[in-house]
């Protein structure tokens, strides 16, 4: 590692805030840095930029032939496998050298002349951040509709364009999620506004074209733990209203044809009953636990007779399989499954003549079925990849059982052959016995001696299951001796529904425990040592950083923390902060006594203590809506003012994104490129 500039570390100022709460009383030094607008505040940050800048002032070089080489990697002038729906083809492109895509459509045949939807190169001119989502066209194809985002915070202001004109019409609608749909009609649109304060998805609106004052309120989710949205079924018959939490649903139907009917209730919620439906051929599909099926089961009734004891079993639960999705065809019924942390695809004609499985042949890929619009066709879409081998689209005759290969990503460069790299899984053993799955991979040749530079990620929350998946900006660490882990700990869902309850609320310890089990095995096993070993993780998975570095700092040499939720508890107990409220099922609410306790007791936060941590690089964007920017702040500033070593610790914060960082395909990567300079340099790499 080279000289650094004598730059010094920012120090907070503490102003001492109580909180009191079940008789217990902390005192937070760092409360005040909750205000977005104080000129202090925007000055810690900008004084803790400087100083990451100066600090690292000796990669930039490194991190901009990082960058490039990244760039090289990816084809930039590319373009999505065509999908049709409704007598179009739909097709989403980038041309090289510009940041964001291009949406255009084909009438009926390839061969046609392309139309322009949208180019968002255009239309994110002048703005620090862009998004757009939500693109839904009306069902005679005349109109669209759309959201942007212009800041990071998902707040979306909903537009319609008229693609016979080409001109974006009158409506707009601001603060909403960005989806909407389309009753038949061509004129009425659904949408959902959320909450101006937590941005909880709260309300469900019915908007005429060119009404612009006049919409009306059809449905509000009283429950502030519940959010709520609304799409229409794949059969194109029913608006549904989906209200959901992280242990119950509830969905409203409403028949397409006539938007200025009520909705129905479809089953009124029972705490702790999980469903969705999908609608085919005069009935309901329901995907649900209900008794006990953990790992879900689908079921189905009569549209119109919709009684939980009317609900019939079309595939039962099994302990050791976890149906995930399912996608209904005229003829054919896809089943998503997950088996031993496994992706399985089930393809099963409705009247029971074949019941089979695509076939897949390592322990370390991913496969899920992709856009499947079209109801009447023979033609399963589905993406395929390892971690050793680039994501193909495929198109399976479901009939013939004849596949054809779309589209395969192109690695450019010419350097890179998955011949060239191994994977394995591996399994950890956890301090209460249970095996804990790890996907590995590394460029052939790596000797297991206990030299090699590795990096462990995680994410561990809300049943969010990170799979085995191809990224060819990892070949950056790879090429450079790296070898790169996913640790599959419990609070995802990759052993199944029960792999997440066993790492939630009063279990949630466990996702901190698995990981750190998995650093002591790879140590053990010589794939790395703790002078080598790095962690990664964001958001949640940032939490489960901050927890790692209280419980074994001394595994780890160095640390990424994106966005990470760190002050659990402080969070958890303000219910004007965006998700709070609907977070109480994943980690409890701390209003009741038990679950401050506990959650007290691993809040990174909370349980920094005067001793040595790794080297750090924490980010965070001042927008965020998800991880507020002060929660990644406070925890650097008390981390400062509290360890005892002399390794490094930085906070980057990007003054204009939110959560998911930058918006540009290629500025995303310069951020890549920095977090990855940072762990090379940490091993002495600079080249």
Not at 11 to 18: E, L, T
Not at 423 to 430: D, G, L, N, Q, V
Not at 461 to 490: C, E, K, M, N, Q
Not at 584 to 612: F, H, Q, V
Request: glycine letters at 6%.
């Amino acid at each position: 590692m080279k000289k650094t500039s004598m730059i010094k570390a920012p120090i907070a100022k503490k102003i001492p805030h109580q909180i009191e709460k079940h008789g217990d009383v902390r005192i937070d030094n760092y409360f005040w840095m909750k205000d977005r607008e104080h000129p202090e505040v925007i000055n810690y940050l900008n004084e803790e930029n400087a100083y990451y800048e100066a600090q690292t002032a000796h990669t930039k070089v490194f991190q901009k032939s990082l960058f490039e080489e990244m760039k090289a990697r990816i084809k930039q002038d590319d373009s999505s496998v065509p999908y049709k729906y409704n007598g179009y083809w739909y097709i989403t492109k980038f041309e090289k050298g510009k940041d964001y895509p291009i949406y255009t459509r084909k009438k009926e045949s390839l061969d046609n002349p392309e139309e322009l939807l949208f180019d968002c190169n255009k239309m994110a001119k002048g703005h620090n951040y862009f998004k757009l989502v939500g693109i839904s066209v009306s069902p005679d194809n005349k109109k669209v509709s759309y959201g942007i985002d212009l800041t990071g915070r998902r707040q979306y202001t909903l537009k319609v364009k008229d693609l016979i004109s080409n001109q974006v019409l009158e409506d707009t609608i601001e603060n909403t999620t960005g989806s909407s749909t389309w009753a038949n009609d061509n004129k009425t649109l659904f949408y959902t506004k959320k909450d101006p304060i937590t941005l909880r998805a709260y309300q469900i609106f019915k908007h005429r074209l060119a009404r612009n004052n006049d919409d009306e309120l059809v449905f509000q989710e009283g429950d502030d733990t519940f959010g709520t949205t609304v799409y229409k079924s794949k059969s194109r018959k029913y608006i549904i209203i989906a209200c959901y939490s992280t242990l119950t649903n509830e969905y409203h139907i409403l028949n397409a044809d006539h938007p200025d009917r009520k909705f129905e209730v479809f089953q009124p919620r029972v705490r702790g009953l999980e469903y969705s439906v999908s609608h085919y051929n005069g009935f309901f599909y329901i995907l649900t636990n209900k008794d006990k099926a953990t790992n879900f089961k689908l079921m189905r009734c009569s549209e119109s007779d919709r009684g939980l004891d009317k609900w019939e079993e079309v595939i039962p639960h099994r302990k050791e399989v976890l149906i995930e999705d399912i996608d209904i065809f005229k003829n054919y019924l896809v089943i998503s499954e997950r088996d031993n942390g496994l992706n399985k695809i089930r393809i099963k004609r409705w009247d029971n003549t074949e019941d089979y499985y695509l076939p897949f042949d390592n322990e370390t890929y991913t496969a899920y079925t992709t856009t499947n619009v079209e109801f009447d066709t023979e033609n399963l879409r589905y993406a395929y990849n390892a971690l050793t081998t680039p994501s193909s689209i495929i198109e399976f005759n479901m009939k013939t059982k004849t596949k054809t290969i779309l589209k395969e990503q192109e690695v450019l460069g010419g350097k890179f052959s998955k011949d060239n790299y191994t994977s394995e899984r591996i399994w950890a053993t956890a301090k209460d016995g249970t095996r804990i799955p790890m996907s590995v991979v590394y460029k052939k040749g790596v000797k297991k001696d206990g030299n090699n530079p590795l990096l462990q990620y995680a994410y561990g929350s809300y049943g969010s299951t990170i799979d085995p998946y191809f990224s060819t900006i990892r070949l950056s660490l790879l090429d450079r001796g790296f070898i790169y882990v996913i640790a599959h700990v419990r609070g995802g869902e990759y052993l199944g529904r029960q792999w997440y309850e066993d790492g939630k609320l009063l279990k949630k310890k466990n996702t901190f425990s698995d990981f750190v089990s998995c650093s002591i095995h790879l140590i053990k096993e010589k794939y790395t040592s703790s002078k080598h070993l790095y962690a990664m993780g964001g958001s949640a998975g940032g939490l489960l950083m901050g927890a790692i570095i209280n419980i074994a700092p001394e595994l780890y040499n160095g640390i990424i923390a994106a966005v990470p939720f760190v002050d659990v508890v402080t969070t958890m107990l303000d219910d004007s902060i965006p998700l709070t409220t609907g977070e109480y099922d994943e980690w409890g609410n701390p209003n009741d006594k038990l679950y401050y306790e506990y959650i007290k007791s691993y809040s990174p936060y909370d349980n920094i203590e005067a001793k040595n941590y790794p080297h750090m690089l924490v980010t965070s964007g001042l927008h965020d809506s998800q991880v507020q920017y002060w929660e990644p702040t406070k925890w650097v500033a008390k981390l400062r003012g509290m360890k005892t070593d002399n390794n490094k610790l930085f906070l980057k914060t990007n003054m204009d994104a939110g959560h998911g960082g930058a918006s540009g395909r290629f500025e995303s990567i310069k951020e890549d490129a920095e977090e990855f300079a940072f762990l090379l340099d940490l091993e002495g790499i600079s080249s």
